[in-house]
DNA sequence: CAGCATCCCGATTGATACTG
DNA sequence: CAGTATCAATCGGGATGCTG
């Protein structure tokens, strides 16, 4: 019951947007794509999403196999909305549709920046060639929550929670709301302004956090014949 | 006026879905991508889309830089719609969201298929290994339209008319309705049968025609965890 | 006929309140 | 916390009409 106004076309294009071609569903997707999240986690980082639509969605995407819903083991014992293996697979689709998005010269209107979108982000905004002789382990800590960026030999890794296998202490973390560091990363701030503004604080290698958060830009903007 | 009711989010992908977002909107893209349409082609070739959203759609995807609006000259002097630079960039995006969605363990349901979706489903479903020593070009005709396909050495070119920049005939011409084509390609019926069955013709190296029709397979279907 | 604009109606979405 | 229920606003689909 997704929907029962189908495309009715054969083509995958058509029964991919009959799936997850309803509004907020990609970005209920996007959410996942760092990890399972709680019903509440979701209405949190998705602000504007009305509750009976994240149920309907979280539903729809549930029958369609891209999603699994899941009671975690006692004592936790919350039931948390998980991307099935397939589910998972929409990730280059979701970080080359932003990409595209980001290249929009439609300004980058709105004022809501979820954490998962700036982990994401620093995927599509990585600029291989500057990061090449980089070895900088990451912790970055928004609203409460623990992510890691490892930038090692142009190659990033990034993901929420320490980063596993991982022996070695993070070089510095920095904590800031998802919006204070996409101005570090990709508008005017500096990180020593911001501390000193109040608006991120710094523990470890300020040098090292620095010198990462300008491995990263945002993609030129695409000029396009004059409008209309 | 795409829509006034964005998503007001910074991220690149919600302000992806803020312009190709809506209904159709994407399919409009997917039946641009092999080059200039006019308003009745697409009515055509969508059917389902209602003619003041087929308005709407082109608009939106106009004001958002995504397509151009172009009156072609004398004698023609139709007025096509055409994707931009910017706009040609969806086509990743296009072939993986189809490729995923072709993987739908919920059925292909549906039962029209657009010849722009049948070329492009050739790009994404070759066998390029199976292909490696072939040297293939095919002329395919679907509802009077031709377009090319030409495989070579594990590459394939297609396209809407004759191959440009190429004074070589096609090994052969099929001409077919997308449908009858998708189940020669993909499906259980061979070339021979069709063409007995009044459902395809053959001009030219039928063997090569029919070689090039194995060289393409659907992808598998994803295998989800059993649904709710 | 191509390219929309209008009108009507059902389907989808959104805001809010409410419940186990 | 994790949703469901309700109702208003908006959107999409289909038919139809208008304009060059």
């Known amino acids: 019951?997704?929907?029962?106004?189908?495309?009715?076309?054969?083509?995958?294009?058509?029964?991919?947007?009959?799936?997850?071609?309803?509004?907020?569903?990609?970005?209920?997707?996007?959410?996942?794509?760092?990890g399972p999240r709680r019903y509440s986690d979701l209405r949190a980082e998705l602000p504007g999403i009305s509750s009976n639509i994240l149920s309907q969605r979280l539903d729809g995407l549930v029958t369609a196999g891209t999603v699994t819903r899941r009671t975690l083991p006692p004592p936790a014992g919350s039931t948390v909305y998980e991307l099935t293996a397939w589910g998972r697979q929409l990730e280059p689709v979701?970080?080359?549709?932003g990409h595209w998005g980001a290249r929009s010269p439609g300004h980058p209107?709105?004022?809501h920046l979820s954490a998962v979108s700036l982990i994401l982000s620093l995927r599509t905004n990585l600029d291989p060639t500057a990061a090449r002789d980089d070895d900088l382990a990451l912790e970055l800590v928004m609203r409460r929550e623990r992510f890691h960026a490892h930038l090692a030999h142009g190659t990033?890794?990034?993901?929420?929670?320490?980063?596993?296998?991982?022996?070695?202490?993070?070089?510095?973390?920095?904590?800031?709301?998802?919006?204070?560091?996409?101005?570090?990363?990709?508008?005017?701030?500096?990180?020593?302004?911001?501390v000193t503004a109040g608006n991120a604080t710094v523990a470890g290698d300020t040098t090292a956090a620095a010198r990462f958060l300008t491995r990263f830009a945002l993609?030129?903007?695409?000029?396009?014949?004059?409008?209309?």
Chains 1, 2 share one sequence.
């Open 1 to 34: 019951m997704a929907t029962n106004r189908s495309y009715n076309d054969l083509c995958g294009l058509a029964h991919a947007l009959d799936l997850i071609g309803e509004r907020w569903a990609l970005l209920v997707v996007r959410e996942l794509l760092l």
């Open 219 to 228: 993609p030129d903007t695409a000029d396009v014949p004059p409008g209309r």
């Open 109 to 111: 209107a709105g004022d």
């Open 94 to 97: 979701v970080l080359q549709l």
């Open 156 to 194: 990033l890794t990034t993901g929420r929670g320490p980063q596993p296998h991982d022996t070695r202490a993070p070089d510095a973390t920095v904590a800031a709301t998802p919006m204070t560091l996409a101005t570090l990363l990709y508008g005017p701030h500096d990180l020593d302004s911001a």
